[in-house]
């Protein structure tokens, strides 16, 4: 099962029309990964966290996947 992205983060309605698919572009971000990045953010920020790389980045997207739940509620 495909996981929920949340879709663009920052989309706009006439991206295909400003840059055509050709040039392999995309619209950016997932709104996932951008709570990912929030989330990871506050995670680092919090000095008395002590875990690895690896660790800290699945707690990310453990965190953006709950935002994601909740928001769709």
Same mark, same amino acid.
């Given at each position: 099962?495909?996981?929920?992205?949340?879709?663009?983060?920052? #989309?706009?309605?006439?991206?295909? @029309?400003?840059? #055509?698919?050709?040039?392999?572009?995309?619209?950016?971000?997932?709104?996932?990964?951008?709570?990912? $990045?929030?989330?990871?953010?506050?995670?680092? $920020?919090?000095?008395?966290?002590?875990?690895? #790389?690896?660790?800290?980045?699945?707690?990310?997207?453990?965190? $953006?996947?709950?935002?994601?739940?909740?928001?769709? @509620?």
């Amino acid at each position: 099962m495909e996981k929920n992205n949340g879709g663009s983060a920052f #989309p706009t309605s006439n991206y295909q @029309k400003i840059v #055509p698919i050709s040039t392999g572009y995309s619209e950016g971000m997932t709104l996932r990964d951008y709570f990912a $990045a929030a989330a990871l953010q506050g995670r680092l $920020a919090d000095h008395t966290v002590d875990s690895y #790389p690896d660790e800290r980045a699945r707690d990310a997207y453990e965190l $953006a996947d709950a935002m994601l739940e909740a928001r769709s @509620k």
